[in-house]
């Protein structure tokens, strides 16, 4: 499948001395994460999705869910205690990230973004989340997530 791609977020998870390995395959576009878990043969709830939202305020916030799950955008806005949130435009969430979209990766974004992780993410042995480019994953213990972005954690996934 070829090596993996150095981005800005590799270069952050190898300055930061978190552990983690490189997963490839082939992208699809609109594939989402039951694409990269049927493809890396892993579990979708597993496949840590970066979703990009806004609030009624145009202020960018990072929601890392389960490939499986939604988000509740009325429970996040509850939350983080602010009127609404809603998924950003894909133009607004390159710009805020600095990555295309289905291929964000929480780690490296190009403007500094609070990052909210859903509980139950934490509680698993191993995730996969994008490493910076489309059709690459990067598998970490998820408590990297807490050392490195240090998020707010959330309980706002719904069944999709």
């Known amino acids: ?90 133009e607004a969430a390159n710009r805020h990230s600095g990555y295309q979209v289905g291929g964000t990766s929480p780690f490296g974004t190009r403007k500094k973004m609070p990052v909210c992780v859903e509980r139950s993410v934490l509680d698993l042995p191993r995730i996969y989340v994008n490493g910076g480019s489309r059709g690459f994953l990067v598998g970490i213990d998820p408590r990297e997530i807490v050392r490195v972005l240090e998020p707010t954690v959330v309980e706002v996934g719904i069944e999709s």
């Open 1 to 90: 499948m070829g090596k993996a791609p150095s981005t800005a977020a590799t270069r952050l998870l190898r300055e930061k001395g978190v552990a983690y390995t490189e997963h490839l395959y082939r992208y699809e576009e609109k594939g989402g994460t039951s694409v990269s878990s049927r493809e890396l043969g892993v579990e979708e709830h597993a496949v840590v999705k970066t979703l990009v939202m806004e609030d009624d305020q145009g202020e960018p916030v990072v929601v890392l869910m389960h490939g499986d799950r939604e988000v509740s955008t009325r429970a996040l806005a509850r939350q983080l205690g602010r009127r609404s949130v809603q998924i950003c435009k894909p």
